[in-house]
């Protein structure tokens, strides 16, 4: 079975700064996604970044961007120039490429963004 | 943005009743979830489907039942509600496809069910 574990159950940065969230997973297969889910309060849960695990290079969209260390089973998520509105509970997911494998959730990071 | 949709958004309910949660994707994905989430905490797969006439049991247990007539369609029921599921529901769908948006599971705006 895949786990996912997020070691950081609060953070908070300032904002314009930035900030690493941490991720880990632990699988014995090769072949799968990772990815970054955003929650604000009352929100819907959005798609933040995707990362291939046969993809070497570390995924980037805008602002954010991942380091994805595949021999440390480690998928941390940054987040540059940090803004008010990246307030919210972020969530690292794993899942097999395997048509039938479910998605499976760390335990969330809640981020808080000092004005 | 995905097109999947949740109804009621919020309901607050009474002990006993029966609550049907909706949930419609118009993506044309087969595969669809429910994952049961109190605030601030993880997320708990309890229902998913593959396809029409296809359900299965998460890994979290839960009273509820789920259908899929159709693929477009995976309706969540509680036949007697109570407090206990006063939860968060969200409802997702799976885009089976090639990259890059192959395998990303797409979530609803959920539904939050109170039960008093």
């Known amino acids: 079975a895949q786990t996912v574990t997020q070691s950081q159950p609060e953070m908070s940065v300032q904002e314009a700064e930035t900030v690493t969230l941490s991720c880990t997973y632990d699988?014995?297969?090769?072949?799968?996604?990772l990815f970054w889910y955003k929650q604000p309060p009352s929100r819907q849960m959005i798609l933040v970044i995707r990362?291939?695990?046969?993809?070497?290079q570390n995924a980037t969209e805008n602002r954010f961007s991942v380091n994805f260390q595949k021999a440390a089973k480690s998928f941390s998520l940054k987040i540059s120039d940090s803004q008010l509105g990246d307030a919210a509970m972020y969530f690292c997911a794993f899942t097999l490429n395997n048509a039938g494998n479910m998605l499976t959730f760390g335990g969330g990071t809640r981020l808080m963004v000092k004005p | 943005e995905a097109d999947i949709y949740q109804t009621p958004r919020y309901l607050v309910i009474g002990t006993g009743k029966k609550i049907t949660l909706e949930c419609s994707q118009t993506m044309g994905h087969d595969k669809m979830y429910w994952y049961q989430q109190d605030p601030g905490m993880e997320l708990h797969l309890i229902h998913y489907?593959?396809?029409?006439?296809?359900?299965e049991k998460g890994d979290l247990s839960s009273e509820s039942t789920v259908s899929r007539i159709r693929t477009e369609h995976f309706p969540l029921t509680l036949e007697s509600a109570r407090p206990s599921h006063t939860s968060q529901y969200l409802c997702?769908?799976?885009?089976?496809?090639?990259?890059?948006?192959?395998?990303?599971?797409?979530f609803g705006e959920g539904s939050w069910l109170t039960v008093v």
């Open positions: 699988t014995s297969e090769s072949d799968y996604y």
């Open positions: 489907s593959y396809g029409v006439n296809s359900t």
């Open positions: 990362q291939e695990a046969y993809k070497q």
């Open positions: 997702a769908s799976r885009d089976s496809g090639l990259p890059p948006s192959g395998n990303t599971i797409y």
